[in-house]
């Protein structure tokens, strides 16, 4: 029998808490999920560094069941860029499961393998007979969507915009275009330090009547959500914070 | 200073578990989570009923701040069908928020608002300047996504297709092309007892190549995912349970 590839979730508070400064676990994460993680004794992660910081607050909560120095993580490989198709071979990764061991997957933040790295290993998973099994946790897209107001039953997350301002204009207006049409909200998001020119960005080439939601560090202390119409988004702007992940939600009136 | 309105995340086990033999709320939920459940005295509630059940749960966690039969439950109206634009005015339900209390919104399974009621509430708040604070939580759409495999960097949820067997295949299609086009995964859902049809119907409209996971029941014992071609499924198929809820995952290939 195989084992499994557990897909664990994280928390929100990647960047945002300060280091020593956390909150326990169990304020984003159930405390099945981290019974779940402190049993796995091998790991597939976006970053070995940030999934030992976590494995020390699992540990904080249910003691792991071998020294953290013994349990063997290693990183997904990126894909190499500008070489579609050269995807390294992932199978020696699922190893452990393959020899009868549960593995975990995890990234820096909320669920793998969503808005995150993590997709093809679970591709290559299925296609081994490896069963797959989703622990329970937060999206920072989902939760931004829930807080937002804006369509519930139709939506779509579409990344990031084009960095060039002609790009990014037309792109917004196609995404406009595309929720009128559908009456489907579009999620974006952005590198943090980016955050208030695509604000800006938005504001500029949206209609007045688009009803704009934006999310900043959801689920930590200090996090937030307006939501607005555009023109009034214009009429009385809030800054947004440069080091901080937001979530940009939009629907065109 | 008006209280705010939190929106509080349900596990995904209604209708799945039978009464009395369900998992404790922690396997699911954050205890963080609980805690601030346990302290509310006024709900919003997709169901009234099934809420009351939830906090029996949560009472067997973290004790209820009062009795039970002392914590106002107000059902969201639903909106009347074939009358857009007469849906009523939900300032009412808000009135506690504005009177400086804390308010809950909670649907039957995962977060309030995302494929479920609860936006239009959510949007009376925040024009009303009461602080709307999302609380982390499963969401069933999310951790299908993730257990998938497909492109979780593009996704759209497009919630149920039309029953009419021309106009669900022609929906079909037009959901694979969407898909090719962009690199967009597409989320769906149906009601339980439709859940064979609906396969049926993709496996018969779709091209082989495009990749379809569905996943059932997730979080729950006997919870699956499985992930293939539409040619591998259409060789070897796998019947779906008409009792368990089921997420829809296709991805143009």
Redesign the interface.
């Known amino acids: 029998m195989p084992g499994r590839l557990l897909?664990v979730p994280n928390t929100?508070d990647f960047g945002v808490a300060s280091a020593g400064a956390e909150?326990?676990l169990?304020?984003?994460?159930?405390?099945?999920v981290v019974r779940t993680a402190a049993r796995l004794g091998h790991w597939v992660a976006e970053n070995a560094k940030t999934t030992r910081a976590f494995l020390k607050r699992v540990d904080a909560l249910v003691p792991l069941v071998r020294p953290l120095q013994e349990i063997a993580i290693v990183e997904l490989p990126r894909p190499p860029k500008g070489r579609p198709g050269g995807m390294p071979d992932l199978a020696p990764l699922l190893g452990p499961a393959l020899q009868g061991l549960d593995l975990g997957l995890i990234s820096e933040a909320g669920?793998?393998?969503?808005?995150?790295p993590?997709?093809?290993?679970?591709?290559?998973?299925?296609a081994r007979g490896i069963?797959?099994?989703?622990?329970?946790?937060?999206?920072s897209?989902?939760?931004?969507?829930?807080?937002?107001?804006?369509?519930?039953?139709?939506?779509?997350?579409?990344?990031y915009l084009p960095i060039e301002d002609g790009e990014r204009a037309a792109r917004i207006r196609e995404l406009e275009t595309l929720s009128r049409r559908a009456g489907?909200t579009q999620l974006l998001i952005e590198t943090p330090y980016r955050n208030p020119a695509l604000l800006a960005a938005l504001l500029a080439h949206l209609q007045e009547s688009t009803r704009l939601s934006v999310?900043c560090a959801?689920?930590t202390p200090g996090?937030?959500?307006?939501?607005?119409s555009v023109g009034r988004w214009k009429a009385k702007p809030t800054p947004l914070p440069v080091d901080r992940p937001a979530v940009f939600a939009l629907l065109a009136g």
């Open positions: 897909l929100l909150p326990g169990d304020e984003t994460l159930p405390l099945g669920l793998p393998a969503v808005a995150d993590g997709a093809a290993l679970v591709q290559a998973a299925h069963e797959v099994v989703p622990l329970a946790g937060p999206s897209l989902l939760l931004a969507l829930a807080a937002s107001g804006l369509n519930g039953q139709s939506f779509a997350f579409v990344g489907q999310s959801l689920t996090g937030s959500t307006r939501s607005d």
